[in-house]
């Protein structure tokens, strides 16, 4: 009965490399975020669609490319992956933008 | 912009004693939520506690209550009876309600060790 699933939880690569996250919620949920999570424990918005449109979209690098093919699903996909990259990266939804997120368990990425 | 501070870093607690996680943040909102979060060292975010700004009655749940003191935009977390499972990181949040586009902000954290 997983809310918010992300896959994969460690993801291992080399510098240069192009990865994807994904992420599903089976709540019913209108609105999905990603967010990266530093060394420091600090949480930062990149994105946030709500039902499928973009409404927010931090400053991140444009080798960040959030994908949303349905409400259900916002995909991650990281081009030329750099060193700096390296961190856990939540995906999180909510029933509409001004409601508490639930969280997905992280993917761990580590960049070498 | 708004800003969220915690201040303390790092807080201990004895075992089945009391203890209260301190939070203020920064806005010229009148409308907005506030949210405690929890990451335990499984790394799963797990929502604690919600309060609307609108609501003068502090939030509850269970073991865990806030103090919200709109004008001096401070939203303390009580955690009482602490157990061994609450040792985790705990983040302050907000959310302002009147744009979709805002984002929530999150405060740096307040690491939470709960001692036997």
């Known amino acids: 009965d997983t809310a918010v699933s992300q896959t994969p939880k460690y993801l291992v690569t080399q510098m240069g490399n192009d990865k994807s996250i994904k992420c599903e919620q089976n709540l019913g949920h209108d609105t999905m975020y990603w967010y990266k999570q530093d060394s420091k424990k600090f949480l930062k918005i990149m994105f946030s669609y709500n039902n499928k449109e973009l409404i927010i979209n931090e400053t991140v690098p444009n080798r960040f490319s959030p994908k949303s093919p349905d409400k259900a699903h916002l995909n991650l996909h990281i081009n030329s992956l750099e060193l700096g990259d390296s961190a856990v990266y939540f995906c999180?939804?909510?029933?509409?933008?001004?409601?508490?997120?639930?969280f997905g368990p992280g993917t761990r990425l580590t960049v070498t | 912009a708004q800003t969220v501070t915690q201040s303390q870093p790092e807080m201990s607690v004895q075992e089945a004693e009391t203890v209260t996680l301190s939070c203020t943040y920064d806005t010229s909102e009148s409308d907005y939520y506030l949210f405690w979060y929890k990451q335990p060292p499984s790394r799963q975010m797990i929502l604690v506690i919600r309060q609307e700004a609108y609501k003068q009655q502090n939030a509850t749940e269970n073991r865990f209550s806030v103090n919200f003191q709109k004008a001096a935009k401070s939203f303390s977390l009580k955690i009482s009876d602490s157990q061994l499972g609450d040792a985790a990181m705990y983040f302050c949040a907000y959310r302002w309600r009147g744009n979709y586009g805002q984002n929530f902000v999150f405060g740096p954290g307040t690491r939470l060790s709960v001692l036997p």
């Open positions: 999180a939804s909510s029933f509409n933008p001004l409601y508490e997120q639930y």
